[in-house]
């Protein structure tokens, strides 16, 4: 049964930063790329970040470019999401998904984890 | 604003047919395969079509997807009770360095 994972969200200041961790089982992790997706309260989804199986292909949302850094880790069946500079609107839901796809770092988003819930306020 | 256009709502009885429209421009639906996913309240969203019109195994017939030139649409034919949720269409933008778009959202009511 693939099992996502997530960790790390809390209440942080703005301008402080924090890492987002994602723990995955019941699939060849090193197979299969990797997303970040985010929903603010009562809001809609935002794609946030994507990392292909090799980390050869990375890719971010303009909103979030050079603050968050996406990363994997093989060894440890973990994704990983640097976020720092934080602010207001990085509040939300984040959630951990699944690629389809090793390199293609397209939305097929075939399972998602619970999320972890990042508030940035002061 | 969302860079996929969708209605905000939508609704139908028990047994009807609905569709739910997607919007976007030529770096995205234009050239580029569409997905589909509902989220129910309080739950991860959950893939309903992939590559514009293939269902994942487990996901009723009764859900078709659709796409031509800039545009998509998700249909539902004999609507049920728990199809009321938030339904998000999705797509791979070929702008500036590549990057995911989602539409807003469609909320649909099940009368």
């Known amino acids: 049964e693939v099992q996502l994972v997530e960790s790390g969200g809390g209440l942080v200041q703005p301008g402080r930063s924090l890492r987002l961790s994602c723990v995955a089982s019941g699939f060849t992790f090193d197979d299969y790329a990797m997303h970040w997706v985010r929903q603010p309260p009562g809001k809609g989804l935002e794609w946030v970040s994507g990392i292909s199986w090799n980390s050869g292909r990375i890719a971010y949302a303009d909103s979030v470019k050079g603050r968050f850094t996406i990363s994997r880790d093989s060894a440890k069946n973990s994704l990983y999401l640097q976020m720092n500079s934080l602010r207001a609107e990085d509040s939300a839901l984040y959630y951990c998904?699944?690629?389809?796809?090793?390199?293609?770092?397209?939305?097929?988003?075939?399972?998602w984890g619970q999320g972890t819930l990042v508030t940035v306020s002061s | 604003q969302s860079v996929l256009t969708q209605p905000p709502s939508a609704s139908g009885t028990p047994g009807q047919r609905v569709t739910i429209s997607c919007s976007g421009s030529s770096s995205n639906i234009g050239g580029n395969y569409v997905y589909w996913f509902h989220q129910l309240p309080g739950t991860a969203p959950k893939l309903l079509i992939y590559r514009n019109n293939q269902r994942p195994s487990g996901v009723p017939d009764r859900f078709s997807g659709s796409k031509s030139g800039t545009s998509a649409s998700l249909a539902i034919s004999g609507l049920r009770s728990e199809d009321e949720a938030d339904y998000y269409c999705a797509a791979w933008d070929d702008s500036l360095s590549g990057h995911v778009v989602f539409g807003g959202g469609t909320q649909l009511t099940v009368l």
């Open positions: 998904a699944k690629g389809m796809d090793y390199n293609d770092l397209g939305p097929w988003f075939d399972y």
